[in-house]
């Protein structure tokens, strides 16, 4: 890669080489700007592609434009690597697909994906294809957001709000940074490294809001499903699903009632279904029973309590 008089910019093209020549220099060009890669040989000739690299102080962008190609990461280039990054793509343009582990993403223009250099990874551009990485060391993206690892491997969308605001600000910095002045590089660097950590911390709050709330429902169908067991508490849902008891009732904070008074509300709403659908001569202790109260005296006040009528009234006023 030429870097004419700054070692903070380089650049590369493949039009300096012979057709013959440019997918070698292309693998090259890719190892020197992006880490170590081992890509699958392209048989065609006249292969094209451009690379510009900005280093800053814990940063590096580099924008890329290329042919489709496909190559991978695996054990021999991660060993080769001396230090650990997490890799920021942006996709501008093209499509690529992306496999890391078990996940793949398929990403389309104003995608971002996030990637681990210390995990075997595979690409594959299926058109020609814009983008820019902004290579960060793990150490320094932890210090900033020590939930980072959580993301990695998930394609994230940065068309809106902050996000957008942080993709601009990346395809900007790739273009200017080579005009940006040595006395600059430090602030520009920590307001970009701010940036992109606030980004994902937003987006991984909203992931953390998901998984939450998917938690909560499966929870939730466990009682639906088990209303019957007098024993149903938080202390042996807390036990069930292998969590403390205060993260069970974090998990219900915003239901607007606790765990208990939710397990009671669903007792109730059954047995109000059941004495209004059945005969006057139904007993109402057996319906308490068999919806987990085991204290007839207590069933009746608090249902009382919920629906304004004895459950006795209640069933009579149903007939």
């Known amino acids: 890669m030429s870097s004419p008089n700054d070692p ?27 880490l170590g890669w081992a890509l699958e040989r392209n048989q065609r000739r006249g292969f094209s592609a451009e690379i510009q690299l900005n280093k800053l102080p814990d940063l590096q962008v580099v924008r890329c434009v290329c042919q489709p190609c496909s190559g991978f990461r695996g054990k ?20 690529e697909e992306v496999t890391i582990g078990s996940q793949t993403a398929l990403l389309e223009p104003g995608d971002i994906l996030l990637w681990d250099s210390t995990e075997p990874i595979r690409f594959k551009l299926h058109s020609q294809v814009y983008k820019t990485t902004v290579l960060v060391p793990q150490c320094r993206m932890d210090d ?4 980072t690892r959580a993301l990695v491997g998930k394609s994230i969308d940065w068309r809106n709000g902050l996000g957008a605001v942080t993709s601009a600000h990346i395809t900007t910095l790739g273009t200017q940074a080579a005009h940006i002045h040595p006395l600059q590089v430090h602030p520009t ?24 709330a998917k ?32 993260y069970l009732h974090q998990l219900f ?40 109260f085991n204290d007839g005296a207590h069933f009746s006040r608090v249902f009382k309590k919920r629906f304004g009528l004895s459950p006795r009234a209640y069933r009579l006023s149903k007939k």
């Open 8 to 34: 903070f910019y380089q650049k590369w093209s493949s039009r300096s080489f012979n057709p013959r020549e440019r997918f070698d220099a292309w693998q090259a060009a890719l190892n020197a700007s992006h």
């Open 253 to 292: 904070a915003g239901e607007g009632r606790t765990v208990s008074r939710f397990i009671m509300d669903r007792r109730l709403e059954r047995c109000r279904r059941d004495l209004m659908v059945a005969g006057p001569h139904r007993n109402v202790t057996e319906t308490a029973f068999a919806w987990g």
């Open 76 to 95: 021999r280039e991660i060993a080769a690597d001396g230090s650990a990054y997490y890799g920021l793509l942006l996709l501008h343009k093209g499509k």
């Open 215 to 246: 938690f909560t429902k499966k929870i939730k169908s466990h009682i639906e499903q088990n209303l019957d067991d007098p024993d149903l508490s938080p202390v042996t849902l807390a036990h069930r699903f292998g969590i403390s008891i205060r």
């Open 144 to 147: 900033a957001l020590p939930q």
């Open 189 to 212: 660097a920590e307001t970009t490294l701010a940036l992109i950590a606030t980004s994902l911390g937003s987006q991984e709050t909203r992931a953390g809001d998901a998984t939450r």
